[in-house]
């Protein structure tokens, strides 16, 4: 019975990080966008926020769908930092944007 409760609670806690971090990434950038767009700023960071919306719109599939994280999640999870820096090398010096 103990097992089941320490495995509940970590399930938990992690759930609780990911959303954390979805919702600070996404708050963060709306509030970036706002601004932006409020102060008619130039706009020169269409691959970027093109980068971040897609790896948190993976994350935020990825963490609402599971509720057991096994192990190759976390190695998904690790990859996505040198994916999100491919991405923004093919869309810069790629493609040219």
């Known amino acids: 019975m103990s097992y089941i409760k320490e495995s509940c609670l970590i399930v938990f806690i992690f759930l609780q990080i990911y959303s954390g ?7 963060s950038l709306t509030t970036f966008l706002s601004i932006v767009y409020i102060r008619d700023l130039p706009w020169d960071v269409s691959a970027e926020v093109l980068v971040v919306f897609i790896i948190c719109g993976v994350m935020a599939v990825f963490t ?9 999640t976390g190695y998904a999870v690790y990859l996505m930092y040198p994916i999100s820096l491919l ?6 010096v790629v493609w040219g944007w």
């Open 87 to 92: 991405m923004l090398y093919l869309l810069v």
């Open 21 to 27: 971090v979805a919702m600070s990434s996404m708050s």
């Open 64 to 72: 609402s769908t599971r509720t057991v994280y096994p192990l190759w």
